[in-house]
């Protein structure tokens, strides 16, 4: 570590866990990208790297992401398809957001009954993709924030399903373990390409993985 950033990391007035994390952050490629590239936050770099491989965003106009703030996702979104006639880009969240230029926030928890007539409301009809980076936050406790980020998922799939249009794409994070399986199953049931991945820009000490679900297949559930 070069002396410029341990004297950021003054000893004294920091937890040893507060200064880890700075020392992390300090030390990060994709924090500094982040900075010099005016993304919101490093995750926005995981999207990138999942449209490179996958190019869920080819072709389509409408995305909502799930558990947006504080925006690095929905930045890309935007960039991806505002050259498109009418695109679209809704980010929902349980805390607030800064406002994104051709972002559509709404505040609310996923968990939430009111949460799809919120959605619908300024949907005003089907999306194209539909993108979950929701994570609990830490109990500390690993069981715990797996389960809660598994429920997560599960809820992420659910609106996928309600609301994607005919091969629509689905991109969802996903804490691995009890669960996993289950959920997979699951969206073979509604799309014709499932894929597992982790971008580089996900850290490695991180058990989070991204499922991708492509060709979404609308089954009229009437
Ligand atoms: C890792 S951050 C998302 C980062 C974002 N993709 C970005 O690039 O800036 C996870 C987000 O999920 C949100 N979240 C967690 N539980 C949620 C819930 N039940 N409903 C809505 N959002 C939720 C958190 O508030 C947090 O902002």
Same mark, same amino acid.
């Given at each position: 570590m070069n002396s410029r950033i341990k004297q950021k990391i003054k000893k004294g007035s920091r937890t040893v866990s507060s200064r880890r994390w700075l020392e992390r952050q300090l030390n990060d490629p994709y924090v500094k990208a982040a900075k010099d590239h005016g993304f919101r936050s490093r995750a926005a770099y995981k999207l990138l790297e999942i449209d490179e491989k996958f190019k869920i965003f080819k072709n389509k106009t409408s995305v909502l992401d799930l558990g947006g703030a504080p925006g690095g996702w929905s930045q890309v979104a935007v960039k991806k398809?505002? +050259? &498109? +006639?009418?695109h679209k880009v809704i980010a929902v969240d349980i805390q607030d957001m800064e406002p994104i230029y051709g972002v559509n926030f709404i505040k609310g928890n &996923?968990?939430?009954?009111?949460i799809v007539e919120n959605i619908q409301v300024v949907l005003d009809g089907k999306v194209d993709i539909v993108l979950s980076d929701m994570a609990p936050s830490?109990?500390?406790?690993r069981t715990t924030d797996q389960t809660r980020a598994i429920l997560l998922a599960e809820m992420a799939l659910n609106i996928a399903v309600y609301f994607l249009n005919d091969k629509g794409n689905f991109c969802c994070k996903l804490i691995r373990g009890k669960g996993e399986e289950e959920l997979v199953k699951n969206m073979r049931k509604h799309f014709k390409i499932i894929k597992r991945f982790k971008p580089a820009s996900s850290r490695k000490d991180s058990s989070e993985i991204f499922l991708i679900g492509l060709n979404f297949i609308h089954q009229d559930l009437a």
């Open positions: 398809n505002s +050259k &498109i +006639k009418n &996923i968990l939430d009954n009111d830490a109990s500390g406790h």
